[in-house]
C-alpha cells in the first residue's frame, strides 16, 4: 500500500462514496456543504472546544478567571485561537470606548468655551483716539494693557523666528499641541517637583492669553485649552497664527505685543527690530517680571543675558541663524540701547476731550461688570473732535488765563457743542494737565455750581407749565419774606442777615420775565422756582440735556445728596456738569428738541470691521417750541442784559448770540454760557480747589474767552437766526421804566412774546398813567415831582402780574395798595444852604450843607437813589455829590468862572426823591488870571468795561462826546470823566467841550 495513503499514524484516509471524507484525525468530513450545514458545523466544532477547554477548569466563573491569569496557564489560553478571539473582542470594545469617551469630553469642555481667533479681539490692548476727520492720530490710550496690533507683514522677520526657536520648535509641525511636551511637563510638575514647567506650544499659548487662562492650572483648563489650539490650527495658518501670538505676547509692564513692546523700548516699529533687539524681546515672554528691564523690582540682569543667549543659540540650532551672526550679538550691550519707559498718557493731544470721550465709550460700549469690560483692545475711535476749534478753544483759555489769575482764579475750562448734531466739537477742562496737584481734573464735566447761568431753565419751566407767563409777564424785585428767605434781618448776608438779595443789593420793584432774566435778578428767579416747583424745575432742566443730574448734596464732599429748594433756582448749593450745561440750553437753541450729546462718531475694531457709526438721532421734543423761543429771545436781547454798553456782546457779524452769566454767592465759580444756532458754548474760570474766593466782576474772566472763541468760530459762517414758532403772540407788555441792570435800556418795549397757549389775566389798558419811581405804585398829590413819572397804559404793574409772592396775587401776605405809599403831604424836605467865596484868581469856593427832613439821605434798600447834592451855574450843573449819608452833609469844590455875573444855586434830593434849592447867589468874574488855561486833550482810554477821557486846561463844566452820543460829564475843576466804553469803544473818536465852547478832540486806545 502506498505511503500516500496512510494517515499520520500510519492509517489509511478512507473515503466515502459521495460527500464524505475522514481526515488523518479520523475525523469525518463533509464535502459539498451548504452554507447552513458549514455554520452547523462551526458551531457544533467551537461547543466541542469549549466543553474540551472547560473539561478541565474549575466550575465557578469567579476561580475560572483566577486560573487564566494564573502566570501557570496565562500563555496557554491567550495565545489559544479562543484567547486571541476574546483579546480582538476586548481591543475593539477599547477603542470604542476611547473614542466615546473622547467625544464626550470634547462636547462636556467645549460646550461652555467661546470662539476663538487670532486677532486679539478679546485682548485689551490700546485704542486709537482720532479727530472727526479720522485722520489725525491724538492719543493711543493704553491704559492697564498697551498693545497695538499690526499684520503680520509690518513685524520682523528677526522676531518671528526667534520666538519660534525660543517658545515652540515643532510649531510649524504639530497641530496646536505637543504630545511630548505635555508629557514632559507632567512629569516635572508630578515627581521632580521643582516648579512648574511649561508644556504648551505657541497656539496653546495664544489660546491662554486670548482667554486670560495664563494663572490657571488645571486638567480642565489644560483639556480646554489643547481643543481651542487644535481649533485654532484647523481655522488659521501657522502664520496667522504666530501673528495673533506676536501681537498678545507679554513684554513687561504694560506692554503687549511686539509692536507696543518695539516702540516703548526702541522707539521703532516691530518690522525694523534688528537681530540683537528681537532676540531681547524674544526673551522677555517667558517671564516678564524677571526679564523685562521695565520691573525693576524684580529684574535680574544676569538671568536675563542668559536667557538672551539661549534665545541666539536656539536660533542657531534651528538653522536660522549662523553662529558667527549669533556670537556678534551677544556682543550687543543690548540693555543700553532700551528707552526710558513712557508714561500713561505719553504723546496725548488735547487730553481733556480725549478723557472725556474715553468716558463715552466705556459708558456705552464696554459691559460693565463682567470680565470683558476692559477688553477693547486695538479699537480705531473717530471722535467729534474739530481740530480747528479745540486749538481755538485751548487759545482762548490760555489767553485769559492772565486775567483768571489777576483775579483769584487759576483755571478755566470750555465746552462746546455742534448745536445741530450734538456733536462736541471743543472741550477744555483745565490749564494744565501735567500738574500733579489738579492737572487731570477735568472741569468741564466736575460736579460744579452753575450760579445764575442756572436761570434759563427756571424760565423754561415757568413759561411751558403756565397758561399765563410771557416775556411781558411782571414778577416783583422786591425785598420780602420767601420760603427758605425770611427775611427777618435785612442785614447783608455776610452780616448774618436772611433776606434774599441781588448781585447789587437793589430792588427794582416790577419788572418783566425779560429783564429780570436779562438782569440776572435773584428775586424773580427763586419766585420762578417756586411758582413752578423746585422739582418739576429740575425735572425740565434734567430733560433738557442735564441728563447726569442737578442735584444738592448735604456734604461738601458731594457724596450725599439732599432735597433741593428755592436756592437751587439761583445756582446756590446745586451741582451739574458743564459739558452738559452746554447740552441743555443747546435744546433751547433746538426749538426745544433733546438729542443725545456725542462725542464718538465712529468705532473700528483691529479688523477694521465697524463697530459703531454715528447717525442723526430722531429729536425728542422735550419742551415746546413756542417756550424754547421765546426763553432764547430774552437771552439775546442786549437791551434788557445788565451787560455795560460796550460789553454786549449778543450781536457779531449778522448772528444773534443769546447768553447768560453766572457767579455763586461765595464768588468761586464764575460762568459764562450761550449759544447760537450753530454752536452752544459755556466758559467756568475758579480756583482748583473751589475753597478759594475770587475778586471783581466773573464777567471779567468770563467774556474774553467765551466773546474770543465764538466770534472767531462764527467768523466765517452765513448768519443763520432762530425762526420764530408761527404760534407765538406778540401781546401788549408791561413797560419796565426803573433802571434794571447795570447796562440795562428802560423804558423797555410796550409789545412782548406769549406762547400760543398765553391766556391774559387781565386786558390791558391804553390809558396813560403817572406813576411813582420808589414805590412804583400810582402817583398821588403828596408825590414829590422828581418822583412822578408818567407812562403808558402799560405801566400798571398789578395788570401783567404773575407773581404769587406779591401783590393781589400773593399766596398770604395780602393785597397792597396801588397808591404811592411811601409819600406823605406831612414829611418835611430836606434843606440846603449856599455860600460862594471869591478866590481873586477868577475861581470861585462854593460850599453847600444839606440837612435831611423826613427821609435819610440814602437808604440800602433804595440804593439807585442816593442822596445828591447838586451845583448849578446859571442853569446848568456843574458838580454833583451823590455820596450824602450823614445829616448834615457840607460839600465843596472850587470854580472856574468865565467873565461876567453868574447866577449859582444848590439842589439836594434824598433818598425817596424830596428835593429842596437853595438861594441863589450871584458872582461876578473878570475871567481867569491863568494863561495856562486853554483846552487841551490828554489822553482816552478804553479798559474793560469802562472809557476814561482826560484833558488839561479849560473852564468847566466839560461835556465829552463820541459823535452826537455823550460819553460822559465833569464838573468844574475836573480833568477827567468816564463813561462805558460802549459809547466810546476803542479807535473811536471822542470830543470834549468846556464851558467857554472851546472844543478838543482825541482817538480812544
Known amino acids: 500500500m502506498a505511503i500516500g495513503n496512510l494517515g499520520g499514524r500510519g492509517r489509511k484516509r478512507r473515503r466515502y462514496a459521495g460527500k464524505y471524507v475522514t481526515t488523518r484525525s479520523g475525523r469525518v468530513l463533509k464535502v459539498h456543504r451548504s452554507l447552513g450545514e458549514r455554520w452547523s458545523s462551526r458551531r457544533e466544532g467551537k461547543s466541542l472546544r469549549k466543553v474540551n477547554r472547560l473539561r478541565g477548569l474549575p466550575k465557578s466563573r469567579f476561580k475560572r478567571l483566577m486560573w487564566h491569569i494564573d502566570p501557570r496557564h496565562l500563555a496557554e489560553y491567550w495565545f489559544s485561537r479562543d484567547g486571541a ?88 509641525k504639530h497641530r496646536g499641541f505637543d504630545i511630548k511636551g505635555i508629557v514632559r511637563a507632567a512629569f516635572n510638575d508630578i515627581f521632580k517637583k521643582g516648579g512648574t514647567q511649561g508644556g504648551s506650544t505657541i497656539t496653546q499659548q495664544l489660546v491662554k492669553l486670548n482667554q486670560d487662562w495664563t494663572n490657571q492650572r488645571s486638567i480642565g483648563r489644560k483639556i480646554k485649552e489643547v481643543i481651542l489650539a487644535v481649533e485654532l490650527e484647523r481655522t488659521y495658518k501657522k502664520e496667522e497664527i504666530l501673528t495673533g501670538y506676536l501681537n498678545a505676547a507679554p513684554y513687561g509692564g504694560i506692554d503687549y505685543g511686539v509692536q507696543a513692546a518695539a516702540s516703548d523700548y526702541f522707539h521703532k516699529s516691530a518690522k525694523d527690530l534688528n537681530l540683537a533687539e528681537s532676540a531681547m524681546l524674544a526673551a522677555i515672554p517667558k517671564s516678564p517680571a524677571i526679564y523685562s528691564p521695565y520691573n525693576k523690582d524684580f529684574f535680574e540682569r544676569e538671568s536675563f543675558i542668559g536667557r538672551y543667549n539661549y534665545v541666539l543659540d536656539s536660533m542657531v540650532e534651528i538653522g536660522k541663524l549662523s553662529k558667527d551672526k549669533a556670537e556678534e550679538a551677544k556682543k550687543v550691550d543690548i540693555l543700553a540701547t532700551v528707552q526710558p519707559q513712557q508714561t500713561k498718557y505719553a504723546g496725548i493731544r488735547n487730553p481733556y476731550f480725549l478723557l472725556a470721550a474715553k468716558n463715552e465709550l466705556t459708558r456705552k460700549f464696554v459691559p460693565q461688570g463682567g470680565a470683558g469690560s476692559s477688553k477693547i483692545g486695538g479699537w480705531k475711535v473717530i471722535t467729534t473732535m474739530d481740530l480747528k476749534m479745540q486749538e481755538l478753544a ?52 466736575t460736579l460744579i455750581p452753575p450760579g445764575s447761568s442756572f436761570k434759563p431753565y427756571d424760565y423754561t419751566a415757568l413759561i411751558e407749565n403756565s397758561t399765563n407767563a410771557g416775556a411781558g409777564s411782571v414778577l416783583y424785585d422786591v425785598e420780602q419774606a420767601l420760603p427758605g428767605y425770611p427775611c427777618t434781618n435785612k442785614a447783608h448776608p455776610r452780616q ?10 437793589r430792588q427794582p420793584g416790577p419788572m418783566t420775565l425779560r429783564y429780570a432774566l436779562g438782569g440776572s435778578r435773584n428775586i424773580p428767579a427763586v419766585k420762578t422756582i417756586l411758582t413752578t416747583g423746585v422739582d418739576k424745575t429740575i425735572k425740565t432742566a434734567e430733560a433738557m440735556g442735564l441728563r447726569s443730574g442737578y442735584k444738592c448734596y448735604a456734604n461738601t464732599e458731594l457724596t450725599q445728596t439732599t432735597q433741593c429748594y428755592g436756592a437751587a433756582g439761583i445756582g446756590d448749593g446745586a451741582f451739574l456738569r458743564l459739558d452738559e450745561h452746554v447740552h441743555g440750553l443747546a435744546t433751547l437753541s433746538r426749538m426745544g428738541n433733546y438729542i443725545p450729546q456725542e462725542y464718538i462718531l ?65 464768588a468761586k465759580d464764575g460762568l459764562l454760557m450761550g449759544f447760537s444756532t450753530k454752536y452752544a458754548v459755556g466758559v467756568w474760570v475758579g480756583y482748583h480747589s473751589r475753597q478759594k474766593a475770587m475778586s471783581g466782576f466773573m464777567e471779567n474772566m468770563t467774556r474774553p474767552i467765551w466773546t474770543g472763541w465764538m466770534n472767531e468760530a462764527h467768523s466765517n459762517l452765513k448768519p443763520e437766526n432762530w425762526t420764530q414758532p408761527s404760534g407765538v403772540q406778540v ?154 449819608s450823614e445829616s448834615p452833609s457840607t460839600r465843596s469844590f472850587t470854580y472856574t468862572a468865565s467873565a461876567g455875573s453868574h447866577t449859582v444855586t444848590a439842589q439836594v434830593i434824598d433818598s425817596v426823591l424830596y428835593d429842596s434849592a437853595s438861594d441863589s447867589t450871584i458872582i461876578t468874574s473878570s475871567g481867569s488870571n491863568n494863561d495856562d488855561d486853554e483846552l487841551e486833550f490828554d489822553s482816552a482810554k478804553a479798559t474793560g468795561l469802562n472809557t476814561t477821557v482826560k484833558w488839561k486846561g479849560g473852564s468847566g463844566p466839560f461835556t465829552v462826546k463820541n459823535g452826537a452820543t455823550t460819553v460822559c460829564q465833569a464838573s468844574a475843576g475836573d480833568s477827567s470823566c468816564t463813561g462805558s466804553s460802549v459809547s466810546a469803544p476803542k479807535n473811536s473818536t471822542v470830543t470834549v467841550t468846556d464851558n467857554a465852547g472851546s472844543s478838543v478832540s482825541g482817538t480812544v486806545n
Open 85 to 172: 478571539i476574546t483579546g480582538l473582542k476586548i481591543l475593539g470594545i477599547a477603542i470604542v470606548a476611547v473614542f466615546v469617551l473622547t467625544l464626550g469630553v470634547f462636547a462636556y469642555f467645549r460646550k461652555d468655551l467661546p470662539d476663538i481667533s487670532v486677532n486679539g479681539k478679546n485682548l485689551g490692548g490700546s485704542i486709537s483716539y482720532y479727530d472727526r476727520t479720522g485722520q489725525t492720530l491724538l492719543w493711543q490710550d493704553y491704559d492697564a494693557i498697551k498693545r497695538v496690533p499690526v499684520a503680520g507683514t509690518e513685524i520682523s522677520q528677526f522676531v518671528k523666528d526667534a520666538t519660534v526657536a525660543i517658545e515652540d520648535r515643532d510649531f510649524y
Open 394 to 445: 485751548e487759545q482762548q483759555i490760555n489767553k485769559g488765563l492772565a486775567q483768571v489769575k489777576r483775579q483769584g482764579g487759576d483755571t478755566a475750562a470750555l465746552a462746546a457743542e455742534d448745536v445741530k448734531t450734538g456733536q462736541m466739537v471743543a472741550l477744555v477742562g483745565g490749564v494744565d494737565f501735567t500738574n500733579p496737584e489738579f492737572g487731570q481734573i477735568n472741569y468741564a464735566q
Open 496 to 505: 448774618g442777615g436772611n433776606c434774599l438779595k441781588n448781585y447789587d443789593f
Open 602 to 666: 465712529k468705532i473700528e475694531d483691529a479688523a477694521n470691521k465697524t463697530i459703531y457709526e454715528w447717525k442723526q438721532p430722531k429729536a425728542e421734543q422735550v419742551v415746546r417750541p413756542d417756550t424754547a423761543y421765546i426763553v432764547t429771545d430774552m437771552l439775546a436781547d442786549p437791551n434788557a442784559s445788565y451787560f455795560p454798553g460796550g460789553q454786549k456782546i449778543h450781536r457779531y457779524k449778522g448772528w444773534n448770540f443769546a447768553l447768560k452769566t453766572g457767579t455763586t454767592n461765595d
Open 731 to 884: 401781546l401788549p407788555a408791561y413797560v419796565v421804566t426803573t433802571h434794571v441792570g447795570i447796562g440795562s435800556v428802560e423804558p423797555s418795549r410796550s409789545t412782548d412774546l406769549y406762547p400760543s397757549w398765553y391766556k391774559p389775566k387781565n386786558a390791558p389798558s391804553s390809558q396813560s398813567s403817572t406813576l411813582d419811581k420808589v414805590s412804583n405804585k400810582i402817583a398821588t398829590n403828596c408825590t414829590p415831582e422828581l418822583a412822578k413819572q408818567t407812562v403808558s397804559g402799560n405801566a400798571n404793574a398789578d395788570r401783567f402780574s404773575i407773581d404769587i409772592f406779591f401783590g393781589a396775587n400773593a399766596v398770604a401776605s395780602g393785597s397792597t395798595s396801588a397808591s404811592d405809599d411811601i409819600h406823605n403831604c406831612s414829611d418835611q424836605k430836606p434843606a440846603v444852604t449856599l455860600t460862594t467865596t471869591d478866590n481873586n484868581d477868577g475861581t470861585f469856593t462854593l460850599t453847600a450843607t444839606a440837612t435831611a427832613g423826613t427821609h435819610p439821605f440814602s437808604e440800602a434798600s433804595r440804593s439807585q437813589f442816593p442822596g445828591t447834592l447838586n451845583f448849578n451855574v446859571d442853569g446848568q450843573q456843574v458838580k454833583s455829590f451823590t455820596d450824602l
